[in-house]
């Protein structure tokens, strides 16, 4: 069964290093979303990407985020600065898309990033 | 309260009885999502229902949506060991066509006890 992958499965970094987390979605899928999870706390929606663009980011996502599809499988989310709260577990997502009721996410593993 | 809120925010039951978790939400939605996640693990999706849907089954799961109430249920019969995890559901507001930004709940966490 097609699965999304991520990686690394764990990323400890110091306090203003820069980040890349890594993801490879579902091949067929069109839709591709970062979430994340601050330990203890609910999962919170990022950013989702569409055709090659952002169709929507949260509040969370400011100029320290950036996404990017570099080619036809991975799909990346870069943090610039990390800072302390910044840590996480972040969960990549992708789905079919084009439905006028929504399709299911399907969500990797996870990585889980320790900012020091 | 915010939108995804689910109840009992902690269930722990013996094995072999059914579980029942219970999700609200504030805003008209599309579809509303259930998911596990087992201790610092990945998010497992369990079922989606459309919001013209009443009820869906899966398996041992089954999930009841109430539109009017904005509330819906998810009940897993028979529960195994395994079942222990968090639940979340999780809603794709109605405003959100095409972006599917979802949002979740707080969770529910599930002990079952052999």
């Known amino acids: 069964e097609p699965e999304v992958t991520q990686t690394p499965s764990h990323q400890v970094t110091q306090m203003g290093q820069e980040v890349i987390l890594r993801c490879v979605p579902i091949?067929?899928?069109?839709?591709f979303y970062w979430y994340r999870q601050i330990l203890g706390q609910k999962v919170e929606f990022l950013v989702s990407?569409?055709?090659?663009?952002?169709?929507?980011k949260s509040e969370i996502f400011d100029d320290q985020f950036s996404v990017e599809r570099p080619d036809g499988s991975n799909f990346t989310l870069k943090i610039r600065s990390t800072k302390l709260e910044d840590s996480a577990m972040y969960f990549c997502?992708?789905?079919?898309?084009?439905?006028?009721?929504?399709?299911?996410?399907?969500f990797g593993p996870g990585t889980r990033l320790l900012v020091l | 309260s915010q939108q995804g809120e689910e109840d009992p925010q902690a269930l722990s039951i013996q094995e072999g009885e059914n579980a029942t978790m219970n999700c609200s939400y504030k805003?008209?939605?599309?579809?509303l999502q259930w998911y596990r996640q087992n201790s610092g693990r990945g998010l497992v999706h369990l079922i989606l229902?459309?919001?013209?849907?009443r009820e869906k089954h899966s398996g041992r799961l089954r999930v009841t949506l109430d539109t009017s109430k904005k509330s819906s249920s998810l009940l897993i019969t028979a529960s195994r060991a395994a079942d222990t995890a968090s639940y979340f559901c999780?809603?794709?507001?109605?405003?959100?066509?095409?972006?599917?930004?979802?949002?979740f709940g707080t969770g529910t966490r599930l002990t079952i006890i052999p």
């Open positions: 997502a992708s789905s079919e898309g084009g439905s006028e009721w929504g399709e299911t996410q399907y």
């Open positions: 091949s067929n899928h069109l839709y």
């Open positions: 990407f569409y055709n090659n663009e952002i169709s929507e």
């Open positions: 805003t008209s939605i599309n579809n």
């Open positions: 229902i459309r919001s013209n849907e």
């Open positions: 999780a809603t794709l507001p109605a405003i959100n066509f095409g972006n599917e930004k979802l949002t």
